[in-house]
């Protein structure tokens, strides 16, 4: 049986073999086979719904807003960048931050543009990021209806 330090060197060499097969051929297979469409619908879909969780102050659009902080996550966060004196990311971020918006505010119309342009790998790593997001928010969600039940019961007396 390989020991952990050998199957963590081996997990290390096949991800950075993935990274680089991907990164010569420019994305990965099978785009003809993926409706990108239903790909976006679903990421405004589980937005939506993290978002009605959370029930903000009600902007039914505050969704896009979620979106417009998460989709350059993959590229870095800000700070770290600057930190890293990271020109190339700074330049990718600003540009898919500018995409986004129309005077300065989120628009639905301009992120599904710049959705469809992404690689497949980064709508579908987005996919599977705000999939994540939507079931960590109802796990907290139910965390916090389990806890105010536990205590009403303890208030009352119930046990």
Same mark, same amino acid.
């Given at each position: ?17 993935? =990274? ?14 993926? =409706?990108? =469409?239903? #790909? ?8 939506? &719904? ?21 989709? &350059? ?5 800000? &700070? ?64 916090? #209806? ?14």
């Amino acid at each position: 049986m390989p020991t952990k330090k050998l199957q963590k060197k081996k997990i290390g060499t096949l991800k950075n073999r993935i =990274n680089n097969y991907i990164l010569n051929k420019g994305d990965i297979c099978c785009e003809k086979y993926i =409706n990108k =469409n239903k #790909v976006i619908d679903l990421i405004f879909h589980n937005y939506m &719904v993290t978002y009605k969780i959370r029930d903000n102050d009600g902007d039914k659009d505050e969704y896009l807003d979620g979106i417009d902080n998460d989709l &350059v996550k993959f590229i870095g966060f800000r &700070v770290d960048l600057e930190n890293k004196n990271d020109k190339e990311g700074l330049e990718i971020s600003d540009i898919i931050n500018k995409k986004m918006l129309k005077n300065k505010i989120p628009n639905k119309e301009n992120i599904t543009k710049l959705l469809m342009s992404l690689p497949l790998y980064y709508l579908l790593a987005f996919l599977g990021y705000s999939t994540y997001e939507k079931y960590n928010e109802k796990e907290h969600y139910q965390k916090l #209806v389990d806890n105010r039940e536990k205590n009403k019961k303890k208030l009352f007396g119930i046990f």
